[in-house]
């Protein structure tokens, strides 16, 4: 293995060790600490040069900007988190127009089953007894509580750090 390829690929296991601690960091306190974020971008040039002209890098510019700018709007409609906003258009980056879909797509499944779990453990919270958490009634505030969406936006750049090591 010559030296580029082992810091190519050492890059991408950084890049999924920080988005398993950004994930972490939103279940414990529900948000993600802008250092996360800024340490995703500034990793990626190390993956591009190591890389040896492979990755599309502009392109992958490009989305990201395009996705922090979507982001940007949903923010401003209080839809979802800026720091949300700025870890999914830092895996953007990572992931370029070849991995956009597939990681978009990890994301939404990653999301609605956090959001499923969340709403069990909720019910399973107000029922007496384990059985009996189908026949309570939720709480309506239930649907305003935050979820720490890092944690399917995490999934979605794990995904991207597998296809990229599959790849190199």
Not at 55 to 60: A, C, E, F, I, R
Not at 115 to 129: G, I, P, Q
Request: charged letters at 10%.
């Amino acid at each position: 293995m010559d030296l580029s390829l082992a810091t190519a690929r050492f890059t991408i296991l950084a890049f999924s060790g920080l988005l398993i601690m950004a994930a972490a960091s939103d279940c414990r306190n529900l948000t993600v600490p802008n250092r996360f974020s800024v340490a995703l971008v500034a990793l990626y040039p190390s993956f591009v040069i190591a890389s040896g002209g492979t990755v599309d890098w502009l392109n992958g510019l490009i989305f990201a900007s395009a996705a922090f700018f979507v982001g940007f709007i949903l923010f401003a409609l209080r839809l979802c988190g800026g720091a949300d906003v700025k870890l999914f258009a830092a895996v953007t980056l990572w992931a370029g127009p070849s991995l956009m879909f597939p990681m978009v797509l990890c994301t939404t499944i990653a999301g609605g089953l956090l959001a499923v779990a969340l709403w069990f453990r909720h019910r399973l919270l107000r029922a007496a007894t384990p059985t009996s958490a189908f026949f309570v009634k939720s709480d309506p505030d239930f649907i305003k509580q935050p979820m720490p969406y890092g944690v399917a936006i995490a999934a979605g750049g794990l995904y991207v750090a597998l296809q990229l090591l599959i790849s190199t």
